[in-house]
């Protein structure tokens, strides 16, 4: 079963065609970093655009890689939420459109649900059920995955998400866009220690994240009369520190909770290397095995977005047929274990 997986939910515009027999055939993925740097952040009017621009371009040179045209698919799959509307609409409707004219099936796939599954891509993937710990962008989700569609959420976060405090902090130090890259290798240069910065519901006794008050924090320590800019790079490795630990204490706890003994790690944030030097140490406490998708499948990417759908079609799931533009801003990745997709 070959699919093409289209990602566009924000600032990545990613193409992809995965065979269910020979894996990947190939791929294109092109990131609007430099788009949106001087703004410090997504435009999202830019962002629609340019995957409008590119999208063409990038099917043609994955369908040109794998010596395929777009009738010898099975499927074109594309990411229907959650992420900005506009940017989850240009991929939509380039899919739909392609889909009909070639008279294949289209499939609205969780954007969430492809990093959860990126993992099983790799030549050691881990078996079902497993706990999911989902750090991408605005989400920061504990799960219990019992198969594919079957997810039991288990904690969230409250407000700001990890990727976003990563971001906002780094905005606050001075540092570039994106933020989260830019704070780990300045967190590098410093040493923890010289700041106590909270640790927020580390201790709740339940399985949600808040990292907003803990961004607050360093906003606080930087407006202070007495602070000094060379103490920057300390500042982000105690940040860095504070999140680490959180994370971790509830991965672990979750693993405890639910006695399973395997978990992802997926999003953009699983690519820190102190969160997965921690983790993997909590693990090990625990007889337990951490599980990562391949470096360049942490960001957004097509990859993980055709694979889902393929396993989704593998297990009986059809696209209703009707090419009807389906997209979901807000989408919980819960909602998957529904009959029916989220409507709004």
């Not at 830019?46 to 395929?68: K, M, T, W, Y």
């Not at 409707?93 to 891509?121: C, D, F, K, Q, Y």
């Not at 405890?256 to 983790?279: D, K, P, S």
């Not at 499948?297 to 047929?321: H, K, P, Y």
Request: hydrophobic residues 45%.
């Amino acid at each position: 079963m070959r699919v093409m997986g289209i990602e566009s939910s924000c600032d990545e515009t990613g193409v992809a065609i995965y065979d269910s027999r020979n894996g990947l055939l190939a791929q294109a993925l092109h990131t609007q970093v430099d788009l949106h740097a001087i703004y410090g952040g997504v435009v999202p009017e830019l962002a629609s655009r340019d995957h409008i621009r590119l999208l063409p371009v990038l099917i043609r040179q994955v369908l040109d890689e794998a010596g395929l045209a777009v009738a010898s698919l099975d499927a074109i799959a594309y990411t229907a939420g959650p992420g900005l509307a506009g940017a989850l609409l240009a991929g939509a409707s380039v899919a739909e459109a392609m889909a009909l004219g070639a008279g294949i099936p289209a499939l609205p796939v969780h954007h969430l649900e492809g990093h959860l599954l990126s993992p099983l891509l790799s030549g050691d993937p881990p078996a079902f059920p497993f706990v999911a710990l989902l750090v991408s962008g605005g989400h920061t989700q504990l799960m219990r995955v019992l198969g594919v569609g079957d997810y039991e959420l288990l904690g969230e976060t409250l407000d700001d998400a990890a990727g976003e405090a990563f971001d906002k902090t780094a905005k606050i130090l001075g540092l570039g866009y994106p933020g989260g890259p830019h704070l780990a290798a300045f967190a590098a240069r410093g040493k923890t220690g010289r700041f106590k910065l909270p640790r927020p519901l580390r201790h709740s006794g339940d399985l949600d994240f808040s990292f907003s008050g803990l961004k607050t924090a360093v906003l606080n320590v930087v407006s202070a009369q007495d602070w000094r800019p060379e103490w920057g790079a300390d500042l982000a490795a105690d940040f860095q520190q504070a999140v680490v630990d959180v994370l971790t204490a509830k991965a672990a706890a979750a693993l405890e909770r639910t006695g399973l003994r395997a978990l992802v790690v997926a999003g953009g944030v699983g690519a820190n290397q102190a969160l997965r030097a921690a983790l993997d140490v909590a693990a090990c406490r625990l007889g337990a095995r951490t599980y990562y998708p391949a470096p360049a499948l942490c960001t957004d990417n097509g990859v993980m977005i055709a694979f889902a759908a393929a396993r989704r079609l593998a297990q009986g799931e059809r696209s209703q047929g009707d090419n009807v533009i389906r997209v979901w801003p807000r989408w919980p990745l819960s909602a998957l274990a529904r009959p029916q997709a989220p409507r709004g």
